[in-house]
């Protein structure tokens, strides 16, 4: 018996000691089935013989049934295949006792026993394709090592002694991966970290989700940039959490306003975007990160500092992180793999004391067990080989190479119109439409054109910025050159 | 310049104006980064002529720096290689402003600022390689068709216009693979759904997390088996619910139990597995499923159905879920594949009305973004081919056999000694040992024989009740006996 069969004999009700014939019963129960939509049209049902088994009933009556059915018009025979569902159903006359549409398996209830967070949208979710996408700023995943990690994945696999170390695997995550993070991490963020020091999550997402619930209870209150990671602001306010916003400028966040926050308030969190803040790709001042330092010693401030970005420097060294300077164990430190590797590919890391981190790793054991831990040892291995640093510095040069190409194309095509900046790392520019050019609009219009960019309606104060991020790393030169095109017949 | 290299322009602070010469202020810088094990012994420095262009200095300076620590025993050059950071570091007499310990990036701080949940083992967590292990009842990861989704994935990274289409997709997961799973589990689960009504999580625990968050508050109060998944329980607890527990026996759930509660209180939740309940494998009847369903619809009673073992059964037919049947909308449904194809892989779904997934989708994507699109492409590829089904026809035969040969083994190496039944369906065996053979010391004993099981630690009735999972489904014919003669020799 094929496993995906219907479980027949749980769904027909046949009672031997009833006046109604045992066909009867069975042929009424299979047309049942077949107006409420548990069997549909097309579906095949099993032979006689296996019926009669299942149900532990004579073939005779099976075969009785089914011909009563296919007289009917609810079953059909298809030569030398087998007895089918009929495509055409019959029209029923509507019983009182019956509904005239199939019940649903989940309908919605009187009441939600649940909470909401909107209104779907009416009418289709049909998903177009696009010839062009203009990502947020994700790497191009069709120069990742793919074939090497997959290769190092079915090794794994195959290794029985293996198999025995990695599923007692730690909630942290994969040891082997932990050390060589803490290796990658030391020496390129000037940390004195170990393997102990690090949460591996499927996602910066998951990570800043983790850090946050450790932190924050209903009431707390977390210092942001005005303009923010739109994900990171629902997901405090889905905590319970106060949003207090403060500006952002050319040289990053307003600090000095910080500082009187803390001063007048006790806020719990400060969620910091250093590099390449998001949405607007500025970078904290060394001298702002200076000041900050001592704001978050003073008064005892814990920060989450997303660093997504900091394997994609242009020009000068990137300034370190403040997760690198003495920051007395308040700052929490995030990254991001996908970021560096593929935007499918779904892993990041916390960092923080030892302590911390085995409390995050209790909690996230609760949320997601663990992650693919085979996967995390074959992009280990990646890094050990080194390969993954030949990656970064083919991707750091190559993706240096597409800024310059965009922004030189952006200059051409629509320097009269959009302000932007020439990023000195990351992904993405910023660029700033004037009011007359809605960035939503400009998103419909060249979405009809086959060219998807994010139309800004995610960053609710849009209408006051009207600004969007373009992803240049993931676009080849002639893709490069398609949009612009596509801009320029839009504008 | 190696991307790699530590930005050593942040780092070293020269002041061109100040007294102390500047080959002797970087001398001093670098000696103060090696001391506080930010450049740590073998570490590479870059060449003179590389150092001088980060730092705009004369190579002379630095040829200079490095001289005067390389005398001090600080440096130390490899022919033909490079200058290195000494692996011999000289004995510093302590300056009374200096730490004797390099300074941790994360220290603990005086107050904890985050929530903790326990303290951390003190000691080694070195783990160990063992050659057996027994799992809590997983899949054979060595008989999933990983060449075929492996295959496809690096296909579609190589198809453009694909990644349009893919990385707009909606936070309910991949929509070709929720198209293929509504027809699956309608198939299977006997379920009338469409992929509205489908979120796909990374694993189940996700799922249970993300329905328990959008039903739970704190002071809310969840009914559950007095034994129950260990993981599910403190997930609740964690969103501040009170467990109201009930007995569980032969067979399944007291049914009588939950309907005086219902009566009495207001429970906000049940958690259930009415198949192969975690961890004593037993199948709620069908008696008891129908009296069920009555209390759901009469109390509205939320529940949550943990399905997560439906797809192996070895006997009859296996009686359909809760989720089937007229439940009024009340009943959510969770199941998982990685429970069908590895360990490793981590993918599960949550099953509602298409408003509460629409919800539950907006939630999960504070918590995830995205699962790895690609991947769930490739197993949506994998179900549309017939793969899929294929692949679990064999795996259902293959731990059918496993189950027999595995407790055929057991009964000959222990029966005296361990109470267990052979399962109807599932992979794994619940065995229950007497109070003089401690589950504890049994693992521990077996882990010196180089074989891990569970050591039912995690269960904290396991002083009362003193059982284990033994997954049979992953062990061969010739680990299965390895296990049962590691057994006999323990006991």
Chains 1, 2 share one sequence.
Not at 175 to 197: C, H, M, Q, V, Y
Not at 336 to 341: F, R
Not at 344 to 362: C, E, H
């Amino acid at each position: 018996m094929a496993v995906q069969t219907l479980p027949f004999s749980s769904l027909l009700y046949i009672d031997k000691k009833s006046a109604t014939p045992v066909y009867r019963q069975l042929a009424d129960a299979l047309t049942n089935l077949i107006r409420n939509s548990k069997l549909k049209p097309g579906y095949q049902l099993p032979s006689s013989r296996a019926m009669a088994l299942m149900l532990e009933l004579n073939r005779t009556t099976i075969v009785a049934a089914y011909e009563e059915l296919k007289i009917q018009g609810w079953l059909e025979v298809i030569e030398r295949k087998g007895i089918f569902v009929s495509n055409k159903l019959p029209v029923v006359k509507p019983k009182p006792f019956q509904k005239e549409e199939p019940e649903k398996s989940f309908p919605e209830t009187e009441h939600y026993f649940y909470h909401r967070f909107s209104d779907p949208p009416k009418g289709s979710r049909e998903l177009k394709a696009y010839q062009l996408l203009i990502n947020d700023g994700y790497p191009d995943q069709r120069i990742a090592p793919f074939d090497m990690i997959f290769n190092r994945y079915k090794t794994l696999i195959r290794r029985t002694y293996l198999h025995g170390t990695l599923l007692t695997e730690q909630a942290a995550g994969n040891s082997f991966l932990r050390k060589e993070l803490a290796d990658f991490i030391s020496k390129t963020r000037a940390l004195d970290i170990g393997p102990d020091n690090i949460l591996i999550t499927q996602g910066a997402q998951l990570a800043i989700f983790i850090a946050a619930r450790m932190i924050l209870r209903p009431g707390s209150t977390v210092v942001v940039g005005d303009l923010n990671y739109i994900l990171a602001n629902r997901l405090f306010e889905e905590l319970g959490a106060k949003l207090i916003k403060v500006r952002i400028d050319d040289d990053g966040i307003d600090v000095d306003a910080i500082e009187e926050i803390c001063r007048t308030q006790k806020p719990d969190l400060l969620y910091l975007i250093p590099h390449h803040h998001h949405p607007t790709t500025v970078t904290l001042s060394g001298e702002r990160r200076i000041k900050l330092l001592d704001i978050i010693r003073r008064y005892k401030l814990p920060v989450i500092e997303d660093d997504y970005d900091y394997d994609f420097h242009y020009e000068n060294s990137p300034i370190l992180p403040l997760a690198s300077a003495a920051h007395g164990g308040y700052v929490l430190y995030i990254g991001s793999i996908s970021k560096t590797l593929s935007p499918t590919v779904r892993l990041g890391y916390l960092v923080g004391s030892s302590d911390f981190i085995w409390q995050a790793a209790k909690l996230k054991q609760m949320v997601d067990i663990r992650g693919d831990v085979l996967f995390e040892e074959s992009i280990a291995h990646l890094f050990n080989s080194g390969e993954m640093q030949k990656h970064l510095r083919r991707s750091v040069e190559l993706y240096k190479h597409r800024r310059d190409l965009f922004c030189d194309a952006l200059q051409i095509a629509a320097s009269d119109i959009v302000n932007f900046e020439r990023p000195k790392g990351g992904m993405a520019v910023w660029a700033v439409f004037p009011k007359e050019y809605s960035v939503t609009l400009l998103a419909e219009r060249m979405a009809g054109k086959g060219a998807f960019l994010s139309d800004g309606s995610i960053y609710p104060y849009n209408s006051r910025i009207n600004g969007v991020r373009l992803g240049f790393a993931s676009l080849n030169p002639s893709e490069i050159a398609q949009f612009m095109q596509t801009l320029k017949d839009t504008l």
